[in-house]
């Protein structure tokens, strides 16, 4: 699976930015997608992930509510709706993908830089 991120920018607290993933090189829907995100300083956390067969959806506790992922299966594409942002959301994000019956997230896109200003 190949997966290209895309979608951050600059966003003032409060505002809202979509993100998307796009995967390539696989066509069955085995698989679950992720979003983990990256802050300065700081490892990798996970924050999202949807079931690419079933679209159920996993969130951190600091996103539920204000975060929302999705996918479009005719696109190949994951989304991750962000609103009511916080500076502290501020990071790169990645979008990855982990095979059904698989521990590991093996497949990882290019991050993509949020970055909320207060």
């Not at 796009?22 to 300065?40: E, H, I, K, V």
């Amino acid at each position: 699976v190949q997966l290209q991120a895309s979608g951050g920018g600059l966003v003032q607290a409060g505002g809202s930015l979509r993100l998307s993933c796009a995967a390539s090189g696989r066509t069955d829907s085995r698989y679950y997608m992720g979003w983990f995100r990256q802050a300065p300083g700081k490892e990798r956390e996970f924050v999202s992930s949807v079931s690419w067969s079933t679209g159920t959806t996993y969130y951190v506790d600091s996103v539920k509510g204000r975060f929302t992922t999705s996918r479009d299966n005719a696109k190949n594409t994951a989304y991750l709706q962000m609103n009511s942002l916080k500076p502290e959301d501020t990071a790169v994000y990645y979008c990855a993908g982990r095979l059904y019956g698989s521990s590991n997230w093996n497949y990882w896109g290019q991050g993509t830089q949020v970055t909320v200003s207060s």
